[in-house]
């Protein structure tokens, strides 16, 4: 038998999905759009004290109005008597959506060749029909931050409502420039690097940022001055951080690396965001003298030294909030443990952060430091109808998610995990002993 070409196994891969619905009950199932009244549920609105028995009424992709008995007005009951109804929750960093396959690099299209990429659109690459988003939107999780990885400027990040034919209709109206500031930590165990090789390194790779960023400074200069410049894209995406049109998202770890990264920024007027800052609880206190944002995560991880307590990255988030640092979770991995969001957000809440803070985190603050809580992030009236009805916390594996809507859709309950879970919980013919 001849072997197929690797194009066309990624082709017969990609169908998988559509084959595994096309075998169950013979129709494919789609989003609904229209008016919905949340009836008589348990409204967790996050921005503002819980409301018991009460109904939330989904109009034009919005929530139109929250209260006791509203009018039905032609809309589509669902019965959330009992029932816990969320703001959607929004993962402050993943790949989802980017990669189909990691073994495979064919699929991973969240790379590009190069240091200095800033150009590099992320919305662009985003596949609206990967296999892991309707794995992650039946977690409760409605939006995540696309981002991009490599060199020392890999790209812009977006954030992308988990719903959508095309990656415009999934964008979330927030963007932001990745910068990977230079690391003096060791990669890990198979790191055989020496201090003064590693320190070597780094020093090198910030004088390279160093030069980038004086070259944008000269380029954005002339372009204020109504000067005129050669085609620069590079620059061009650069000089928008230094007009505050879209803010710089640094990923620093280790806590001699951000102490560092904030004197680097000190005499920057621009608009930082830090992500990673896997070791910020140990210099917490000046994140937050800096007022500087954080998107930290995973929090399902290892310490980063093995002299650290076995907690160190579950209680993370929660030293850093007590310190006054603003923190929203992410959870940084693969595409398809993008749905394991809640429990990422989860252990942050049993390891000192609390419950209604760790819900935050994964609600609100990511909407605030996107600068998006006008419109998601909690159910207030206005905003989008970006949300999920529970059977109890979302938190906890037991919880079952009954409903989810994001932009006014209300999404089918299913993905290829559950169709399989179907397929084989009842085989038919059943298998012989």
């Known amino acids: 038998m001849r072997i197929l070409p690797k194009i066309w196994l990624l082709i017969l891969l990609a169908l998988l999905p559509i084959l595994g619905s096309a075998q169950i009950d013979g129709e494919v199932i789609k989003a609904e759009y229209g008016s919905f009244l949340l009836k008589g549920g348990n409204l967790v609105r996050v921005s503002d004290s819980n409301l018991e028995d009460t109904d939330l009424l989904i109009k034009n992709g919005k929530i139109e109005a929250i209260g006791k008995g509203l009018p039905e007005e032609n809309a589509r009951v669902i019965d959330c008597t009992g029932k816990y109804v969320y703001p959607g929750m929004i993962d402050a960093g993943s790949r989802l959506g980017l990669v189909e396959i990691s073994s495979l690099e064919e699929t991973q299209d969240f790379l ?230 809640p429990y990422h957000a989860g252990f942050a809440a049993a390891y000192g952060m609390g419950r209604e803070e760790a819900l935050r985190a994964v609600t609100l603050s990511p909407a605030e430091i996107f600068g998006l809580d006008n419109l998601i992030g909690s159910l207030d009236e206005g905003k989008l109808a970006n949300l999920f009805v529970s059977d109890g916390d979302p938190f906890e594996t037991q919880t079952n998610i009954t409903h989810v809507f994001i932009q006014g859709y209300k999404i089918p309950m299913t993905n290829r995990h559950i169709r399989l879970y179907q397929e084989f919980l009842e085989r038919k013919p059943e298998l012989l002993e």
């Open 112 to 341: 590009e060749l190069g240091e200095v990429t800033p150009n590099m659109q992320v919305i662009t690459a985003v596949n609206p029909n990967a296999v892991a988003i309707p794995v992650t939107r039946v977690s409760g999780v409605t939006s995540s931050l696309a981002i991009p990885q490599g060199g020392l400027f890999p790209g812009t990040a977006a954030l992308i409502h988990l719903h959508g034919y095309t990656p415009d209709q999934m964008f979330g109206g927030f963007k932001g420039i990745l910068m990977n500031f230079p690391s003096t930590a060791k990669r890990g165990n198979y790191d055989k690097r020496s201090e003064n090789t590693i320190k070597s390194e780094a020093k090198e790779q910030l004088d390279k940022i160093d030069a980038i960023w004086k070259k944008a400074e000269t380029y954005h200069g002339i372009k204020s001055a109504g000067g005129s410049t050669d085609y620069y894209p590079e620059m061009e995406h650069l000089s928008k951080i230094l007009a505050k049109e879209i803010p710089l998202i640094i990923e620093v770890n280790s806590a001699k690396d951000i102490k560092s990264c904030l004197e680097w920024i000190a005499d920057k007027d621009i608009k930082v965001i830090f992500s990673g800052v896997a070791e910020g609880w140990r210099v917490a206190d000046k994140i937050a003298e800096a007022k500087v944002p954080v998107l930290t995560g995973p929090i399902l991880s290892l310490p980063t030294r093995e002299s650290d307590a076995y907690d160190a990255v579950y209680a993370n988030p929660g030293k850093m909030l007590k310190a006054g640092v603003k923190v929203a979770i992410r959870t940084n991995q693969q595409a398809e443990n993008t749905r394991n969001l």
